[in-house]
């Protein structure tokens, strides 16, 4: 692990693995309420019961959102400089 030339902080290994676990959860769930949304609404549509699917679609749209903002708060940690590389200016 590599320390912070500015405040010594030394990145713990911990939320790289929350990171990789929130991924491996995400992503299938992600997956499984597209699919299940996909089909939610085709059938909805087919047997002109979209009023009465309303609510599962709400559902399944909640989890879809939930898991994809998961993803990308887990993405962006990963990403994301720790230290700066340029000195500050003023």
């Not at 692990?1 to 959860?25: I, K």
Request: one cysteine or more; hydrophobic letters at 50%; charged letters at 15%.
């Amino acid at each position: 692990m590599t320390r912070c030339p500015d405040c010594g902080h030394e990145p713990t290994r911990q939320w790289r693995y929350v990171g990789w676990l929130a991924l491996g959860v995400a992503v299938p769930v992600l997956a499984l309420a597209t699919a299940l949304l996909g089909y939610l609404a085709l059938l909805s549509i087919q047997q002109g019961t979209t009023g009465e699917a309303g609510p599962a679609i709400a559902l399944w749209i909640g989890i879809w959102f939930g898991t994809a903002l998961v993803v990308a708060v887990v993405y962006r940690r990963k990403t994301r400089a720790r230290t700066a590389t340029e000195p500050a200016t003023r």
